[in-house]
């Protein structure tokens, strides 16, 4: 699959703090590209320059194995973490603002479809809740009907069933061969939605991959947590204790719920589970995600 935005040994600094720090990657055609970090990685730095509103330092960017060009904006939209929209008037009246921005539209018709948006196409977009607004907000970016859509942490705040509910109409989007550029602090959106996503820490990218093959990369087999209690004599070998919790990672967990028992482990609040983006994240950086 051919790459559709390349960037390579970008660079952006701010006095002394340099942000984001000789970036190199590339973003395959069609796919959903998901870049994660704690706050202050340089990530948010990294894409405003990938959107054309932050001149880069250094470095290059090209769309289609070529520069960008001047049209490049007309073929990108974004939905941004937070937007300004005009008081008083109607989601199909504020599609239909955004959209004469562009010297080419979607039929807003397509957007109600593709958005989700016919039960409220009339509504004042004051009185939409949060995942109705985000919805709003994704059919502004796609008036243009991009190449490349990037997403800046679009369900930050909505409630499980309506992120699950967006997280729809980014694969409905997909489904049109269309690319996203996705932001996010919840790894198991990421885990879902992305195709290879790539990590970044104090302004360089530390990973990139598909999710699987990171987690195949760092992890084997799965990871025994077991609460520490008073009743606990030593630690058995090959364990470790953190935050209160007894773990160990092993490949063959038959052999080791053995090995815990003849040593009198009580197995009382046991989870066993697999490797997850957050377990790589904690690896990598030693932080967690924050919002």
Not at 22 to 45: D, H, Y
Not at 137 to 151: K, R, S, W
Request: charge should be negative.
């Amino acid at each position: 699959m051919d790459s559709i935005l390349e960037v390579k040994d970008l660079r952006k600094a701010y006095g002394p703090v340099v942000a984001v720090d000789g970036v190199s990657l590339s973003i395959r055609e069609g796919t959903c590209f998901g870049l994660l970090g704690p706050n202050g990685a340089g990530k948010t730095t990294l894409v405003e320059m990938m959107e054309t509103i932050l001149d880069p330092d250094g470095g290059q960017m090209l769309y289609r194995n070529e520069p960008l060009g001047p049209h490049f904006k007309e073929r990108i939209g974004i939905q941004f973490q937070s937007t300004a929209l005009q008081d008083f008037i109607t989601v199909r009246e504020t599609l239909e603002l955004f959209s004469a921005l562009y010297p080419k539209n979607r039929p807003i018709e397509e957007i109600i479809e593709i958005c989700a948006l016919a039960d409220i196409i009339d509504r004042d977009n004051r009185k939409l809740s949060g995942g109705q607004r985000q919805r709003m907000l994704l059919g502004i970016a796609l008036v243009n009907d991009p190449e490349i859509v990037f997403l800046d942490e679009p369900t930050t705040g909505l409630d499980p069933q309506a992120r699950r509910n967006f997280w729809n109409l980014i694969e409905n989007i997909k489904a049109e061969n269309k690319t996203v550029v996705l932001t996010t602090h919840y790894m198991e959106e990421a885990e879902v939605l992305c195709e290879e996503i790539a990590i970044m820490d104090h302004g360089k990218v530390i990973a990139q991959d598909s999710p699987g093959n990171l987690l195949s990369a760092h992890f084997e087999g799965v990871l025994i947590r077991i609460p520490v209690n008073g009743s606990m004599v030593g630690v058995p070998e090959g364990a470790a204790v953190k935050d209160g919790f007894l773990e160990i990672q092993t490949t063959d967990v038959e052999t080791e719920m053995r090995r815990l028992l003849e040593q009198q482990v009580s197995l009382t609040g046991l989870a066993i589970h697999s490797a997850t983006l957050d377990d790589l994240f904690l690896k990598l950086t030693g932080s967690s995600l924050r919002e």
